[in-house]
């Protein structure tokens, strides 16, 4: 089956410097990932996907996520974190092994930026 | 604002009892999943509905039941209601249900049962 794992439950970044929200997957076949956002008492947005193509995609709010094959990884990255990106984010990917198509979602990792 | 609409905002009640939470999908899209995300679980897939037809089955209870209608608006039911059960519900919609599209959330039914 299916699965993502967000390694850290927090990350603490200063407002300015860049961030990384790690996400490590574990798929049979193709990988479809996806970032999705949830601010306090919202429901979750969408950021980015990866389905094929460029390693490298690019995202809403300057987000952007680097897909590495060998190693399994879709990092969420930013070059320079605002106060308003502390929310929690969630990594996810499709499971198309149960008859249907399925997202799965890791456990989410909270983003705290300070000023 | 995603375009997904999710009625109550806030639901109350008891153990033993039974709710019914709504959801509209965005225009367009035919397809509506259910979620349910509490502290101890985190985000779980409930249920997938695509055209009104049954597509995936996640981490859904037998005392939950779900449909989506003819207008493409979806329904959850919970019954037997158990303080567990206490959480707060998500619905999303997509186009279709490929996997490959992102899904576009509700802002969420919270449910606390007393």
């Known amino acids: 089956a299916q699965s993502v794992a967000q390694p850290e439950d927090q990350v603490n970044v200063a407002e300015g410097n860049p961030l990384t929200v790690k996400c490590t997957y574990s798929?049979?076949?193709?990988?479809?990932l996806f970032w999705y956002v949830q601010y306090p008492n919202r429901g979750l947005q969408f950021l980015l996907k990866?389905?094929?193509?460029?390693?490298l995609v690019k995202g809403s709010y300057g987000f952007e996520a680097e897909f590495n094959k060998s190693q399994t990884s879709f990092h969420l990255k930013k070059p320079s974190a605002l106060v308003s990106d502390s929310a929690l984010y969630f990594c996810?990917?499709?499971?198309?092994?149960?008859?249907?198509?399925?997202?799965?979602f890791g456990a989410g990792t909270r983003l705290f930026v300070k000023a | 604002d995603s375009g997904v609409t999710q009625t109550p905002k806030h639901l109350i009640t008891a153990t033993g009892q039974r709710v019914t939470l709504r959801c509209s999908p965005r225009?367009?899209?035919?397809?509506v999943y259910w979620y349910q995300q509490s502290l101890d679980q985190g985000l779980q897939f409930l249920i997938q509905?695509?055209?009104?037809?049954?597509?995936a089955k996640g981490n859904i209870l037998e005392r939950f039941s779900a449909q989506q209608f003819p207008d493409l608006h979806s329904e959850l039911n919970l019954s037997s209601l158990e303080l567990g059960d206490s959480a707060l519900y998500f619905c999303?919609?997509?186009?279709?249900?490929?996997?490959?599209?992102?899904?576009?959330f509700g802002p969420g039914t919270r449910l606390t049962v007393l």
């Open positions: 999303a919609s997509s186009v279709v249900p490929t996997g490959y599209n992102e899904q576009f």
């Open positions: 798929v049979s076949g193709n990988p479809y």
């Open positions: 990866y389905i094929t193509g460029d390693n």
């Open positions: 996810a990917v499709r499971d198309d092994n149960t008859g249907g198509f399925k997202t799965i």
């Open positions: 225009s367009g899209d035919l397809s």
């Open positions: 509905y695509y055209n009104g037809e049954e597509r």
